[in-house]
């Protein structure tokens, strides 16, 4: 998720898609990958021409029609096990295909008599995968609109308006003494600090020239190759600011609940959000085998529970380094869509952490417990318009080091940094400290399945 | 066709995990990541090949690499 809501424009057919200068991500696998494949004006609005075209270069048999889910929204998660996801009316298609089928679609794209336009590049859907959900609800919101405008000028769907007391709302935040999760889960009054214990946050890295964290113990290790542990997302950054962040920052609200831990940077995540499960159970025995009291872990993915993340989760909290990961946002509880934990967070061993807004409702994309056993929600943290550290932009113009973010993953660095104080505290770690969380959550209205045990509070 | 995995090696086995890696590997399994302290080796293997790591002796699960994605 992680969207900022400030700039958050409404969705037309005019909205620029983003495009993504990330360089070539590692060939993480040799498995299918999707593709985005633009057609030539002429194929436009002839889905017999588009299939036609990727048939005879993918091999796809299985296409799905955008307009054919037109009565209600098209629907991502439905068109699962389709190989191809065509937008007739936009000439373009979602493939899934290997590295076959992305040759010899970007071999037809080089010549001029086909009907393919362009095949965006190997590793560009693998390395944003994050941002290609937006990118591709982008897709879906166009190829609805221009169904219903096709359809006789029936009423456009409305998109969901940014509410207007926004702006303000994080202007009076941004303003204040503490952020809103600092005080809902009472980090400014404990005692506490996290001094002498090792938080690891396994993410998109770090920016360590934030001069918030000037004088602080951090140590580093990159788990995606060709990038360094620098942060070039902004939302490792903010994850740490999160657990990590300082006391008494240079400006603004505190933002950070453990700020003396001993920050752990474990780049799990490439610099467009996404990175193989080898990087992230690397990043986790990296953290265990340096005896990280707190391993955060604000990633996951839509999958059933694995036995890999089982195993990796209990031995870490057996060797005393309790996991906390983000429930996932995959839900939208607007339109009555709610999806069950995310993998590796819907392991038992693994702590669930769902987002709360400001009025400890559960927020909208916030999952909700799984029914296999172990995937269930375990506690929540604070997780819409979570104000924290970011890294400076590479151009100008230079904007301030701090943002507002939404997610499950802004949710799961609050508990990471309460688990470091209760650490601290108690001196208790792995499945002792688990406890300690869960038994000194504070109880909201949010139901058990939703909410787990209820908001998480640090040690006063 | 090759592809990503993540194979599980169960608790008795822990110990000897660089043996049991060393089996996967006379497999089939390449580009080998061993992770002790988690018990957890990754790798590519060829898709013809991966049924006979499932029969290593120490191997709990070999499941699919997949992508994880910050939320």
């Known amino acids: 998720m992680a969207k900022r809501r400030p700039t958050r424009a409404p969705r037309s057919l005019e909205t620029d898609f983003p495009v993504i200068s990330e360089p070539a991500a590692l060939p993480v696998t040799g498995g299918p990958t999707r593709f985005i494949v633009t057609f030539r004006d002429d194929a436009i609005g002839k889905p017999q021409v588009m299939r036609s075209a990727l048939r005879s270069t993918t091999g796809a048999r299985s296409m799905a029609l955008a307009s054919d889910f037109a009565g209600s929204a098209l629907n991502l998660e439905e068109t699962g096990g389709a190989d191809a996801i065509l937008f007739e009316q936009l000439g373009i298609a979602v493939v899934t295909g290997d590295r076959t089928a992305h040759r010899n679609m970007a071999v037809a794209a080089a010549s001029d008599s086909g009907n393919i336009l362009a095949v965006e590049p190997e590793g560009f859907m693998t390395a944003s995968a994050q941002l290609s959900k937006d990118y591709l609800r982008g897709f879906r919101d166009a190829a609805q609109r221009l169904y219903e405008m096709s359809d006789g000028g029936a009423p456009l769907a409305p998109f969901m308006p940014l509410p207007s007391d926004a702006p303000a709302e994080m202007e009076a935040e941004a303003a204040t003494d503490f952020t809103w999760g600092i005080n809902a889960t009472r980090a400014n009054t404990s005692r506490f600090s996290g001094q002498g214990i090792r938080v690891a946050v396994l993410d998109t890295g770090f920016d360590f020239d934030h001069p918030d964290f000037l004088g602080r113990s951090v140590l580093q290790q990159s788990f995606i190759r060709g990038q360094s542990a620098q942060d070039g997302n902004s939302h490792g950054t903010h994850c740490i600011g999160t657990a990590c962040g300082p006391k008494s920052p240079a400006t603004g609200p505190r933002y950070g609940v453990a700020h003396e831990s001993t920050i752990f940077v474990g780049k799990v995540l490439n610099n467009a959000g996404s990175g193989p499960d080898t990087s992230v159970l690397a990043g986790m025995e990296w953290a265990t085998t340096n005896r990280c009291q707190v391993i955060s872990m604000s990633l996951g993915s839509q999958r059933p529970q694995m036995t890999a993340y089982n195993q990796a989760g209990q031995r870490a909290l057996n060797a005393g380094c309790l996991v906390v990961a983000a429930a996932g946002n995959d839900s939208d509880r607007r339109i009555g869509r709610i999806l069950p934990v995310a993998c590796p967070a819907n392991s038992g061993p693994i702590m669930a952490v769902a987002a709360l807004d400001r009025q400890l409702q559960v927020a909208f994309f916030s999952n909700r417990s799984g029914t296999v056993a172990g995937a269930k929600v375990d506690i929540s943290g604070p997780g819409v318009r979570v104000y924290s550290s970011t890294p400076e932009p590479a151009v100008p113009p230079r904007k301030p080091r701090y943002d507002f973010l939404d997610g499950t993953s802004m949710a799961t660095p609050h508990v990471a940094g309460c688990a470091a104080l209760w650490c601290q505290a108690t001196g208790k770690t792995g499945a002792e400290l688990y406890q300690k969380l869960t038994s000194n959550a504070r109880a909201t209205s949010v139901p058990s399945n939703d909410g787990g045990a209820g908001l998480v509070q640090a040690p006063q | ?71």
């Open chain 2, 1 to 71: 066709m090759a592809q990503r995995v993540i194979i599980t090696i169960d608790d008795q086995h822990a110990a000897a995990i660089d043996k049991v890696a060393a089996s996967l590997k006379k497999a089939g399994l390449k580009d080998t990541q061993v992770l002790s302290s988690l018990g957890i080796v990754s790798g590519e293997v060829d898709a013809k090949h991966r049924s006979a790591l499932r029969k290593v002796a120490g191997v709990k699960a070999v499941e699919d690499e997949g992508e994880m994605h910050a939320q």
